[in-house]
């Protein structure tokens, strides 16, 4: 298992950037495919990005392509998001989570998720 700990979040107007951050714990992050998901009021939680194990490999939410972009340092353990032309409608909790070792989107396949981190866009 594997804990995680999301910070970065906050209040931007639009067209704004934030910088989404996720600490892990634990020896397996660098073996674990990694994601960021979202949930906005009254909406069910999606999948923004994921990023593979070595880093080579993303992939990014059609509503999220060219504006934000997800990385990870498997040296410090630390998972990033780097969010830019934010709009209102990415207004969201952002939820970290952490997978198996087999690439997936689907949120199911995450296990350990972070308490997640408030992102407020005003127009």
């Known amino acids: 298992q594997v804990q995680l700990v999301e910070s970065g979040g906050g209040l931007v107007q639009a067209g704004g950037s934030l910088r989404l951050s996720c600490a892990a714990s634990?020896?397996?992050?660098?073996?674990?495919?990694m994601g960021w998901f979202r949930q906005a009021p009254g909406k069910e939680r999606e999948f923004v990005a994921a990023v593979s194990v070595s880093g080579a490999l993303t992939a990014h939410a059609d509503s999220v392509k060219g504006r934000f972009t997800i990385s990870r340092d498997n040296a410090k353990n630390t998972l990033s998001l780097q969010m830019n032309r934010l709009k209102p409608e990415d207004t969201a909790v952002y939820y970290c989570?952490?997978?198996?070792?087999?690439?997936?989107?689907?949120?199911?396949?995450?296990?350990?998720w972070g308490q997640g981190t408030q992102v407020t866009v005003s127009s």
């Open positions: 634990g020896r397996v992050f660098s073996s674990r495919v």
């Open positions: 989570a952490a997978s198996g070792l087999h690439w997936s989107t689907n949120q199911k396949d995450f296990g350990s």
